[in-house]
T-cell receptor, first 115, second 116 residues
């Protein structure tokens, strides 16, 4: 079975500071991993995904994530936070169990950006 | 092009009533998913439709929940005899044949259900 754990339900950074949102996964097969962002009262938007190949994945809005198999991690980073990055971020893994195709989500991390 | 749309955006109902939530996927997307987002449980998978195959209902929490997809497009999620613990945001997502296998899904804005 697959699962993801997001460390920290709330993260606060200053504008211009590094953003680091942590995600660890558990999977018995090579995982497909995702980061989604949710702005208030909106649905989820795909930031980036890892399937195979290059372990450093670049996404939209300047975000990137690195797949580290040895650490079972897929942390999301952005060098310089903007006020517009304030949102909730979800890490997810694709389910290869009984329902191939659905996503299994972490609990989410709410990012606040201080001016 | 148009994204995934859901209606209504908000629904308030009384305990014990039935509700229907609607999802219009992106045109041409054969895969359709329902998820539930609640404070206590986070984002949970409910049900998955892929083309003409039998849906995967493994995430439905009880037999009060059901969903159908007519003509391979619009889907309706029905909750019978609603309970207060059903209060949540219900999200629909769709995916095209090429992307479904890699897990990329496009989400609608959700329906916020409040059961009084």
């Amino acid at each position: 079975a697959q699962s993801v754990t997001q460390l920290g339900s709330h993260v606060s950074v200053s504008e211009g500071a590094l953003v680091l949102l942590r995600c660890n996964y558990s999977s018995s097969v090579p995982p497909y991993l995702f980061w989604y962002v949710q702005y208030p009262n909106q649905g989820l938007q795909l930031l980036l995904k890892y399937t195979t190949g290059a372990t450093l994945v670049k996404g939209i809005n300047g975000f990137e994530a690195e797949f580290k198999k040895s650490e079972t991690s897929f942390h999301l980073t952005k060098p310089s936070a903007h006020m517009s990055d304030a949102a909730e971020y979800f890490c997810a893994v694709m389910n290869y169990g009984g329902s191939q195709g659905n996503l299994i989500f972490g609990k989410g991390t709410k990012l606040s950006v201080k001016p | 092009g148009a994204g995934v749309s859901q209606s209504p955006s908000n629904k308030v109902t009384e305990k014990g009533k039935d509700v229907e939530l609607r999802c219009d996927p992106i045109s041409g997307h054969t895969a359709l998913y329902w998820y539930r987002q609640s404070l206590g449980q986070g984002l949970e998978f409910l049900i998955y439709f892929q083309g003409n195959s039998a849906p995967d209902k493994s995430g439905l929490p009880s037999d009060r929940f059901s969903a159908e997809r007519t003509g391979g497009s619009v889907s309706t999620l029905t909750i019978q005899r609603t309970q207060q613990e059903d209060s949540a945001v219900y999200l629909c997502a769709s995916s095209d044949p090429g992307l479904a296998a890699s897990g990329t899904q496009y989400f609608g804005p959700g329906t916020r259900l409040t059961v009084l």
